[in-house]
């Protein structure tokens, strides 16, 4: 089956600085989603990306649809602490009856005051 | 608004017991699914069901059962639970939204411990 890689696995930054986490794939997706999680909380939808190539913004978060489809990224600008959490990544691959999402194993993000 | 409700919240299930876990949906969403979040692994897929009346394995089904006989209900059951089955499990459901499928909505989750 499909496999994402995401990296990196931990993060540890200051508040304010950038963060920039990515998931790549062996095989092409024709959707890419993001995803936060909580402690304690079950993954909250953070971007949907349909298109390759599409860039998306949502407030200080901004993900991109690899133009290889094998590919995406999330970049957060100016942390702040409540974006602790672990961020997943998820691809839907093509194909007739297509049901599954694949996660990427998760990005466990530290924001240090 | 509701969304997906799981019950319970968390369990502690001693080895050799069975159990089934709850998942209800509000949203008429067809697919449903259910997965187990373990440190290190991400999320695994145990069982799907694309509508009602079907269900499919998915990539850690050994051990768990499912059955779909509605829309709005996915419950999953351990007939005879192990240690390895202790985790936290996240029921999701989702929609085609013409050509695509829309993103998953997960539920708040199960924190089950088998001991």
């Known amino acids: 089956g499909q496999q994402l890689n995401q990296s990196p696995q931990s993060m540890f930054i200051q508040e304010g600085e950038d963060v920039s986490m990515n998931c790549t794939s062996s095989?092409?997706?024709?959707?890419w989603l993001w995803y936060k999680q909580d402690p304690g909380e079950g993954p909250v939808l953070l971007i949907a990306?349909?298109?390759?190539?599409e860039l998306t913004s949502n407030g200080r978060l901004t993900a991109q649809f690899g133009i290889t489809r094998k590919d995406s990224f999330l970049n957060i600008s100016a942390s702040i602490p409540s974006d602790v959490g672990i961020y997943f990544c998820?691809?839907?691959?093509?194909?007739?009856?297509?049901?599954?999402?694949?996660f990427g194993k998760g990005t466990k993000l530290s924001v240090i005051p | 608004t509701a969304g997906i409700t799981q019950a319970p919240t968390s369990q502690i299930l001693a080895a050799g017991r069975s159990m089934t876990l709850r998942c209800t949906q509000d949203?008429?969403?067809?697919?449903m699914y259910w997965y187990r979040q373990d440190l290190g692994l991400g999320l695994r897929l145990i069982h799907y069901?694309?509508?009602?009346?079907?269900?499919g394995k998915g990539e850690v089904p050994d051990g768990y059962s499912v059955s779909r006989a509605n829309t709005d209900d996915f419950p999953l059951t351990l007939a005879s639970a192990v240690p390895s089955q202790t985790s936290v499990y996240f029921c999701?459901?989702?929609?085609?939204?013409?050509?695509?499928?829309?993103?998953?909505?997960f539920g708040q989750g199960t924190r089950l411990t088998v001991v």
């Open positions: 999701a459901s989702r929609e085609r939204g013409g050509v695509e499928w829309t993103e998953a909505f």
């Open positions: 095989s092409i997706f024709n959707t």
């Open positions: 990306l349909y298109k390759a190539g």
């Open positions: 998820a691809g839907h691959a093509p194909g007739a009856g297509s049901y599954q999402l694949t």
């Open positions: 949203m008429r969403h067809n697919a």
């Open positions: 069901s694309n509508t009602a009346g079907t269900t």
